[in-house]
């Protein structure tokens, strides 16, 4: 799991999540065909922690790259 920024516009009270960003978690890759199969669409979703309620839920991508650019360096 990686710190995530937080897109601004959100309704979520943290100013980052933790994501997982491992492709080749078996979630993100089983989401491709879910996703496809369910809603006809090209996306998949990555595993996702909300650090204030611990809350985890999935976060939608479009693509392997999606969302990347907005991971926190641990530097």
């Known amino acids: 799991m990686k710190k995530?920024?937080?897109?601004a516009g959100t309704?979520?009270?943290a100013g980052f999540h933790y994501v997982c960003f491992n492709d080749d978690?078996?979630?993100?890759?089983?989401?491709?065909?879910w996703m496809?199969?369910?809603?006809?669409?090209?996306?998949?979703?990555r595993h996702c922690i909300d650090p204030e309620t611990g809350c985890s839920r999935p976060v939608p991508v479009?693509?392997?790259?999606?969302?990347?650019?907005?991971i926190i360096s641990d530097n």
């Open 62 to 70: 479009w693509s392997d790259a999606a969302l990347k650019d907005r």
């Open 11 to 13: 309704t979520w009270d």
């Open 4 to 7: 995530w920024e937080i897109p």
């Open 25 to 33: 978690c078996s979630y993100f890759i089983n989401g491709w065909d």
């Open 36 to 45: 496809q199969q369910q809603y006809k669409a090209h996306a998949s979703y």
